[in-house]
């Protein structure tokens, strides 16, 4: 069936720590992968994307792993700060348009 | 410049009712979105429209019906509010083949 699951609910670091948040998902046939931010009282918010042709992506102190392997998704953040701190969802494109989400992941930074 | 937005930005409302949530979009995108999250953050699929058709539909009780009178607008109509229709509600869209969808600040439904 269609799910996009996360290993860790609640990620907390020091700031400065660099810090990965983990999704599993189950559709092999997924050829897109979008990781989105969700501060408090607010929509969510793209940072990266990737397709299934590509293994890596980087943006600005992000970056996006895909192994298709083991279906398996992580959004890496460097130097993570204080207003990286929100539930971080991925969420994979099944079929025309449609995004399916993960059940998020609560990253708390301490300054 | 707001990109995509949502009113009400909270709605209380009794069992039994009907309201309706308004979407925006000035992006100049032909796909709209709604968006349920419950409680547990949990985000799911309502709805899509592409150039005012409706083509996602998801399993959605018929009490929801959403409307799109131009592409910039998407609208969503609760008949007969229940209590488990207390969510936030995220409008959301994007762009032909661009896979990337803008959400809204969400409407947060409270169903008394």
């Known amino acids: 069936g269609e799910s996009v699951g996360l290993h860790l609910p609640t990620l907390s670091v020091q700031e400065g720590d660099n810090s990965i948040i983990n999704c599993a998902y189950s559709?092999?046939?997924?050829?897109?992968f979008i990781w989105y931010k969700q501060e408090s009282g607010k929509g969510p918010q793209f940072i990266i994307d990737?397709?299934?042709?590509?293994d890596k992506r980087q943006g600005q102190r992000v970056t996006v792993l895909l192994n298709k392997t083991v279906k398996h998704l992580s959004l890496q953040i460097a130097a993570t700060q204080p207003g990286d701190s929100a539930v971080y969802f991925c969420?994979?494109?099944?079929?025309?348009?449609?995004?399916?989400f993960g059940t998020g992941t609560r990253l708390l930074v301490s300054p | 410049d707001t990109a995509v937005s949502q009113t009400p930005k909270y709605l209380v409302t009794q069992m039994g009712n009907d309201k309706s949530i308004k979407c925006e979009q000035n992006?100049?995108?032909?796909?709209m979105y709604w968006y349920k999250q419950d409680s547990k953050k949990f985000l799911k699929i309502m709805f899509s429209?592409?150039?005012?058709?409706?083509?996602i539909n998801e399993t959605v009780p018929n009490r929801f019906s959403p409307k799109s009178p131009d592409k910039a607008h998407l609208n969503l109509h609760i008949n007969s509010l229940e209590l488990g229709d207390s969510a936030v509600y995220f409008c959301?869209?994007?762009?032909?083949?661009?896979?990337?969808?803008?959400f809204g600040p969400g409407t947060r439904l409270t169903v008394t």
């Open positions: 990737i397709r299934s042709n590509m």
């Open positions: 559709n092999s046939a997924s050829d897109y």
């Open positions: 959301a869209s994007s762009q032909g083949q661009r896979d990337e969808q803008y």
């Open positions: 429209y592409n150039n005012k058709e409706l083509i």
């Open positions: 992006l100049g995108h032909d796909t």
């Open positions: 969420a994979e494109k099944i079929g025309f348009q449609k995004l399916v």
